[in-house]
């Protein structure tokens, strides 16, 4: 009896080692603002979880909608936003969420082949240092409601 419950232990642990490698990054709840029609650039928001022992790196991302995608950060300077591309990724600590939304950390999708439209989905891979590339698919939520924190509008706040 005691011999089959570790059995089923060592099992069970087992398991859990071998589902760890693909599970050691959660990206939650992706979600991008539609776009005006005509619109070149769009943002890209989420949370990003390292489940992992050791700290990992978000380097940028690409997608087949985007020339290309870059890490931005926006931040309130006086009475004006200022944005900053993020050139060496950022790092998220072992149990860390890097949470990326509007007027703080956000992914730009630069140069899109077609505007954002409400109700899509957008398949977008974040590259990580350790991880490597993450596909992620990015549901495109109507302009304006972008709930907490989403006191600029999409288009206004990215000037580029
Ligand atoms: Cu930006």
């Not at 071998?18 to 603002?33: L, M």
């Not at 300077?77 to 950390?105: F, S, V």
């Amino acid at each position: 009896m005691i011999r089959q419950l570790w059995t089923g232990l060592a099992f069970v642990t087992l398991m859990a080692g071998a589902a760890w490698p693909a599970a050691r990054i959660e990206i939650g709840q992706p979600w991008s603002p539609a776009t005006p029609p005509a619109a070149k650039v769009g943002a890209g928001y989420g949370t990003i979880t390292n489940h992992g022992a050791a700290a990992d790196r978000l380097l940028g991302g690409s997608s087949p909608i985007a020339t290309r995608v870059e890490i931005h950060e926006l931040r309130q300077n006086g009475d004006t936003a200022e944005m900053r591309l993020i050139e060496n990724g950022i790092e998220i600590a072992p149990g860390g969420t890097l949470e990326l939304q509007p007027g703080a950390y956000h992914l730009m999708l630069i140069g899109l082949s077609a505007p954002l439209t409400a109700g899509d989905r957008i398949p977008v891979t974040l590259e990580f240092e350790k991880a490597g590339p993450i596909e992620a698919e990015f549901a495109i939520r109507p302009a304006g409601k972008q709930g907490a924190g989403g006191h600029h509008d999409a288009a206004g706040a990215h000037q580029h």
